[in-house]
């Protein structure tokens, strides 16, 4: 994506500009809480796989499927940043390549993991849009308080971790703001009148989203495949509430 040699400061600047751009392609453009699974299942024949991956594992992208597996066993804000750190896998890895992204922050990691991770950071807030937002509803003091950061994850929908991170890699806070905030997020959220979601487990069980859903259905209107490979799909695909009609609607 970057060319050799390219200082960080380049880096991030033409990833800013990349992610605003995919942000408008994907018809997201400036709204913040954005749903960025129905971002991609409206845009292309993606699909959302979200299943346990291990704890070691926080995403994996299989780019010629144009298939996204995500680890359930992370929060909403951090399920939401792995999903746009395999977008940026997906628009700009190599083809053919599939890619399993490690769930722990490293900062020399691989220089595609690397780009990843500040992609995705601009994908959900958006350079200009985070700076707005930042001297507008936030900055009246030389010190961020733990309000200001609650304000701007709640805001952006983005994990406690990558907010943080953020904020250090734009200069706002450093390396003591950052282990003052870094956890407890739960608690701050409901002490503070937010709704503590964000730093939830995002799907307590297994499931698929998007196009193969749909495809298993054409398949089967159109006679392609018989109802039994139909259900049996679909429970591969984790999805027995549909076979079986849950949520208390017996099946026919």
């Not at 200069?171 to 964000?198: R, V």
């Amino acid at each position: 994506m970057v060319k050799p040699k390219m200082k960080k400061s380049e880096i991030r600047e033409k990833l800013a500009i990349e992610a605003n751009r995919k942000r408008k392609e994907l018809g997201i453009d400036r709204t913040p809480d954005f749903d960025i699974v129905k971002a991609l299942i409206n845009y292309k024949k993606f699909t959302i796989v979200i299943a346990p991956l291990g704890p070691n594992t926080s995403g994996i992208c299989y780019k010629n499927e144009h298939v996204i597996v995500v680890n359930m066993n992370q929060t909403l804000g951090r399920a939401r940043f792995t999903i746009a750190h395999e977008l940026y896998h997906y628009f700009y890895g190599k083809k053919g390549t599939d890619y399993i992204s490690p769930t722990s922050y490293n900062p020399s990691k691989s220089i595609e993991e690397y780009e990843a991770d500040i992609f995705a950071s601009y994908f959900l807030a958006p350079r200009d849009d985070f700076f707005q937002f930042i001297f507008e509803e936030i900055r009246k003091s030389t010190k961020f308080k733990l309000v200001d950061i609650l304000k701007i994850e709640q805001h952006f929908m983005m994990s406690r971790k990558s907010t943080l991170i953020r904020l250090k890699d734009d200069g706002f806070i450093g390396d003591y703001e950052f282990s003052m905030y870094e956890n407890g997020a739960i608690m701050q959220a409901k002490t503070n009148g937010y709704q503590d979601s964000l730093y939830r487990q995002w799907y307590a069980k297994p499931t698929t989203l998007g196009y193969y859903l749909n495809a298993t259905k054409s398949l089967y209107e159109q006679n392609l495949i018989s109802k039994s490979k139909h259900d049996e799909l679909l429970i591969e695909a984790f999805r027995t509430d549909i076979v079986f009609k849950e949520n208390g609607v017996i099946n026919d």
